[in-house]
């Protein structure tokens, strides 16, 4: 029982040392990702002694509550994990995930698919290995057995398909920012083309139209 309150008190002080909008450990009592990693590490328990449907039940209850965690019990979960927000986070079968590691909302750590898993072996692992103090920003997808190496950073929107070295960057593309037109620039795209503007225009069509690229 010791065990279990030390464990309880540490999960609500990295609650408190990692998302800046909790202030005390009362506060974070009520963080979304506790019921998820309390129910799992006793799911987990329960799997791994064979009690499969009671893991399930569990499982499915965290995740009624929680907005959407959803941790299969059979996967493996360090001390220390944070599950920012946590809504939609999908954790597969037979994740590792190592110690110290923050995930925000929306990750998913998963397989490719079944037409792929049905060739490994029996027991074969089919989902990501995460290393220790790796942090998976909001819609991270990692799929298949693929190992993310100690410290590594995964960007948010990234989808990753092979091994990340420890402490790598993967940073997935950013939206194009679209300033909008000074009144200058404005005026210059509203002018009307000039009779010789026009005439030049039709020059470059008719050219075009005749040069066989059209
Ligand atoms: C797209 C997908 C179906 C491909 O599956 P696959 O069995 O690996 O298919 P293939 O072998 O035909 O394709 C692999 C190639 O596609 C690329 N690829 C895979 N997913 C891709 C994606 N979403 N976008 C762009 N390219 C992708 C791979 O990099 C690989 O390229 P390469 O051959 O140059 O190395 C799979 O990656 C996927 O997205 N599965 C969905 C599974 C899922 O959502 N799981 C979550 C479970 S919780
Ligand atoms: C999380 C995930 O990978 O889901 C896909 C499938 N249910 C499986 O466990 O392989």
Known sequence: MRK??????????????RDPSIRTRAEALLHPALPALWTHRLAHALYTRGHRQLARILAYLARAVTGGIEIHPGATLGRRVFIDHGAAVVIGETARVGEDVTIFHQVTLGAVGWWRDGHRDPGARRHPVVGDRVVLGTNAIVLG????????????????????????????PTAEI???????????????????????ADRLLRALATSGCW
Not at 4 to 17: G, Q
Not at 181 to 200: H, I, K, Q, V
């Open 145 to 172: 057995p693929v190992t993310i190496g100690d410290d590594a950073l995964v960007g948010a929107g990234s989808l990753v398909l092979g091994d990340v070295p420890s402490g790598a960057r993967v940073m997935a």
């Open 178 to 200: 679209v300033r909008p037109l000074s009144p200058a620039d404005r005026e210059e795209a509203d002018r009307p083309l000039s009779p010789a503007d026009r005439e030049e």
């Open 4 to 17: 279990v309150i030390t464990r309880a008190r540490e999960d609500l002080s990295v609650i408190v040392e």
